[in-house]
C-alpha cells in the first residue's frame, strides 16, 4: 500500500490544521493506521491510531487536541489538530499496521512526511 500525506505547514500557536493520508487501498483491509511524529532530535512518536472498526487512541500530551479520524469510501484518514503549540512541530507521518500489531504500535507501511511548523 502507498501513503500520501498532505496539509503540512506553518501555523500560529493555538491555531488549527488538518493533516490527511491518502492510500493507494482499501483501507477497510488495513488493521489500523496512524499518524507518528519526529521532532528535530527526538525519536518518533505515535501520535494517534485508528482501527479499521473506529477504535482510536492518542499520546497523552495530544489527547483533547487532536483527532484522527477515517474515510472509508476515500480510502483517507485525517488528523484534525487544534490548539497547536510549538512543541508540536515536527515531521509528520502516515502509517498502516497492515501485518504488524496495530495494539502494539507495529506499523509496516509508511508514507513521506509532512512538516508542520508551529510559531509562537
Known amino acids: 500500500v502507498q501513503l500520501q500525506a498532505s496539509g503540512g505547514g506553518l501555523v500560529q500557536a493555538g491555531g488549527p490544521l488538518r493533516l490527511s493520508c491518502a492510500a493507494s487501498?482499501?483501507?477497510?483491509?488495513?488493521?489500523?493506521m496512524g499518524w507518528h511524529r519526529q521532532a528535530p532530535g527526538k525519536q518518533r512518536e505515535l501520535v494517534a491510531g485508528?482501527?479499521?472498526?473506529?477504535?482510536?487512541k492518542y499520546t497523552d500530551s495530544v489527547r483533547g487536541r487532536f483527532t484522527i479520524s477515517r474515510d472509508n469510501a476515500k480510502n483517507a484518514i485525517y488528523l484534525e489538530m487544534n490548539s497547536l503549540k510549538p512543541e508540536d512541530t515536527a515531521v509528520y507521518y502516515c502509517?498502516?499496521?497492515?501485518?504488524?500489531?496495530?495494539?502494539?504500535?507495529?506499523?509496516?507501511?509508511w508514507g513521506q512526511g509532512t512538516l508542520v511548523t508551529v510559531s509562537s
Open positions: 502509517a498502516a499496521a497492515i501485518t504488524g500489531s496495530f495494539a502494539r504500535n507495529e506499523y509496516d507501511y
Open positions: 487501498e482499501n483501507i477497510l483491509s488495513i488493521k489500523g
Open positions: 485508528i482501527t479499521n472498526g473506529g477504535f482510536t
